[in-house]
């Protein structure tokens, strides 16, 4: 199932004229989504003079659609914000101009496709605020013209988008799904409109349309990961890289000296205790001290560092707690994300199969 949605989103982000070809990388990308986002959007264009903006089949709204995202984890090496790069497709209506004798503009706003990357901040309880920048390209969707001779005309018109917009996302506990509440601007002047009339150009069908406005969005976002795949918590996890890195990963560096230490991260294992809730983590670093040249002198395996404590799960991962200070880490598959306080850095640890 989760293959399919994926193969028609790969489809419906790409022109008809491109479909045909090969979708190999598309294939490739598409394969690594972790989320899908439903919405439903409104605008108010307030820079196109020439518009209708009573809201007639909105409700109280000028425009009004919907559209749907994909969402690819992309590695941070900041623990206190995920960075994810989406994939878009939405669209807005109606585009019609104001009543009068001369000219009657209908069409619909469509956004194919809009590349954007969002950084959420990782912080404890169900809110988590973020920030969204976009690009992507837009254009003017089934548009007609219609004059007061009675002709009908055909219009094109496309251009570029971008925008910024900050927003929240609520994860209630109960689900792995969360709405989304974001409010932002787009950027969309089509500095060119073309028609398809034979006749003189009449001076008031617009040559330019400015549909830059402000937005409000609001969506519901699905977790396509399998929990059904994941193992269980407890059990003995290995750290598999650092910060994105593979091992070993250098931790501190001296260079003060003529003689630099510096300080490798080699490996670390987390053992959850599945017969109590009782958790250890060893942190094992070698000290490697390099000459002027850059050769390396000597190397010296330091005392490893132990943190014991408890654990308990929590929705996406697990809340290890030392000293009645804790710390979460987060579960992607079969993987364990901990935001590490004692080293500043991000670890990564796979389970163990035994």
Known sequence: MRKALVGFLALSLLPASARA???????????????LTLFLQSADPRQAGFLDRSGAGCITLP???????????????????????????????????????????????????VISTHAT???????????????????????????????????????????????????????NARLLIEFGHRARNFSSVGYTLTDPLPTSFPREINLSTWQTTIGWQFDLRPLSRAPAHAGMWMLSRVDGLALPATLRQDRGTPDGVREELVSAYLDLSAERDAYSLQLVTRLTTVGPTGAVVEQRFAEPVRETGTWEATKGGVRLTQGGVSQVATRSDDELMLAHAGT???????????
Request: glycine letters at 12%.
């Open 21 to 35: 070809q090969d979708l190999g990388f598309l294939g490739s990308v598409f394969s690594r989504v972790q989320r």
């Open 121 to 175: 901040f990782m912080r404890e309880g169900w809110i988590r605020p973020y920030f969204t920048g976009s690009f992507g390209l837009v254009d003017l969707w089934n548009a007609r013209v219609h004059t007061a001779q009675g002709k009908q005309s055909e219009v094109k018109a496309s251009t570029f988008e971008y925008g910024v917009s900050v927003g929240a996302g609520i994860a209630p506990p109960f689900t």
């Open 63 to 113: 425009m009004c659609g919907a559209g749907t995202e994909v969402l690819i984890d992309l590695d941070s090496r900041s623990r206190f914000i995920d960075l994810e790069l989406g994939f878009a497709a939405g669209y807005l209506r109606p585009v019609r101009s104001k009543p009068s004798g001369d000219m009657d503009i209908r069409a619909s706003l469509r956004s194919l496709p």
């Open 344 to 354: 500043g850095r991000r670890l990564f640890f796979r389970k163990v199969q035994r």
